[in-house]
């Protein structure tokens, strides 16, 4: 899989009942959200209203807070996600109950095949400071969205206009101003 970039223009943001979700990428090309049949799927959301989450059955799903917080009942057990929570991970088809703790909740989601391997993280970085991503066991994309600030990776610069890059490899990532970006892995190995 060649590296690809993409750019923010190409990222297409819809409405649904309890706010907006913008899909960033979804693999491999040519599949789509309506026929469920992508291998994996990155998307931000913003949440404005309480209520369930979405049906997402037939796939896994990762969720990192970025701004906000919301209270989630997930088997009936009730806990808390916030912007310094970790990745939470989960069936699609499972139900999530959500109550908004914040005006809204901006996310950042990950959606793949039951069992496939996935990993998100936030990350923040000083001007001029660099950072290397672990090769994931199992990974065979690799990935950075860019939030705020500027950074260059080995052959590619990301900045608002392009602010997302997938490539095989792991990254290598040196910040050209302070920046904060989400790095992930997917066990897929689809085109792109």
Request: glycine content about 8%; some cysteine.
């Amino acid at each position: 899989m060649p590296t690809l970039v993409v750019a923010a223009t190409d990222f297409v943001t819809s409405r649904w009942d309890g706010g907006s979700t913008t899909q960033l990428m979804i693999a491999p090309k040519g599949s789509s959200l309506a026929a469920r049949d992508f291998d994996f799927r990155i998307s931000c959301a913003r949440v404005e209203q309480s209520g369930p989450f979405s049906d997402f059955s037939g796939y896994d799903r990762l969720l990192l807070i970025l701004n906000g917080q919301l209270s989630l009942i997930h088997n009936g057990n009730t806990f808390t996600l916030s912007d310094e929570s970790e990745a939470w991970h989960f069936a699609g088809a499972e139900r999530v109950d959500a109550t908004l703790l914040s005006h809204h909740v901006d996310d950042f989601n990950l959606f793949v095949r039951p069992g496939v391997m996935k990993t998100a993280q936030r990350l923040a970085l000083g001007a001029q400071r660099g950072w290397h991503q672990a090769k994931q066991p199992g990974a065979g994309v690799y990935g950075a969205l860019l939030l705020r600030g500027e950074v260059q990776t080995s052959e590619h610069r990301l900045d608002e206009h392009s602010p997302l890059i997938l490539s095989s490899t792991a990254l290598a990532i040196t910040a050209e101003t302070d920046a904060r970006f989400i790095a992930f892995a997917v066990g897929c190995t689809s085109p792109l």
